[in-house]
DNA sequence: ATACTATATGGAGTGTACTCCAAGTCAAGA
DNA sequence: TCTTGACTTGGAGTACACTCCATATAGTAT
């Protein structure tokens, strides 16, 4: 697959795909003998990854360590699952404070619905 | 109040409350006859609901309208409200991916617990 | 009155994550 | 073969949300 097909696929811009790959958000990517980006099931599976991460607002930085361990092999299995839980726990705690915004913002437009914000902020 | 036990209320640093007031995500804080800021109930509640609305990542310019409308007088009574439903809807967008998100980590995670990660990314 | 700490303003600087651009190479159709 | 559009790299630029700094003034304790 070209990069516009996995751009156009997944919907993030080439530009994107490239800084990823520069920055090692995902492993290299196979190239033809001229040097074109050729992207293979395994490639758009970390893209497909990081984008899913990327959109729970898992930091670059987290994911690039975790691409990192993975390419140094099978004994880095414990760190990277490690890097993964602390991921998942940041995650869910956003998650908790998010749900709560959202019953206050729920709160809000309650208040509104019901012709009392003359006297609230 | 002075701006320091806000700060430290609310764990927002003074900086940014200032920083906060400047751009008009909050209202002008009262002060006292010398300029010094004198946080009063209601401009506590702003910061408060701010920072509950920047902590569920409700983008600062979406805020400032809100304030900006709330200004304006009883006549956008209306358009806060349609601005804090649309508001909430992309709240609850980002809730859902972010739960989908979660779920596959814990997918991976379960995947690392049972030594199946050998052939993955 | 002096010293010291807090607060004020305007403006510059920072970190994160892209996003764009210039200059050059590659590939597919007429 | 020529043209046109897609692809390459390295590096600069942008957007967002702070964060820091210099300089000046204010408030408090001795």
Same sequence: chains 1, 2.
Avoid: F, H
């Avoid at 099978?74 to 705690?93: F, G, V, Y």
């Amino acid at each position: 697959m070209t990069i516009a097909e996995v751009s156009r696929k997944y919907e993030i811009s080439a530009d994107t795909l490239r800084y990823y790959e520069r920055i090692g958000l995902i492993p290299p990517v196979p190239r033809t003998r001229s040097g074109i980006r050729d992207y293979d099931e395994t490639s758009c599976g970390w893209v497909e990854l990081m984008k899913c991460m990327r959109a729970a607002g898992v930091q670059i930085e987290a994911l690039i360590e975790y691409v990192a361990l993975y390419r140094q092999g099978n004994q880095t299995l414990e760190a990277r699952k490690q890097l993964l839980m602390r991921q998942r726990d940041l995650l869910t705690s956003r998650i908790t404070d998010m749900q709560a915004s959202l019953e206050r913002l729920d709160r809000k437009i309650q208040l509104y619905e019901q012709g009392k914000m003359y006297v609230e902020e």
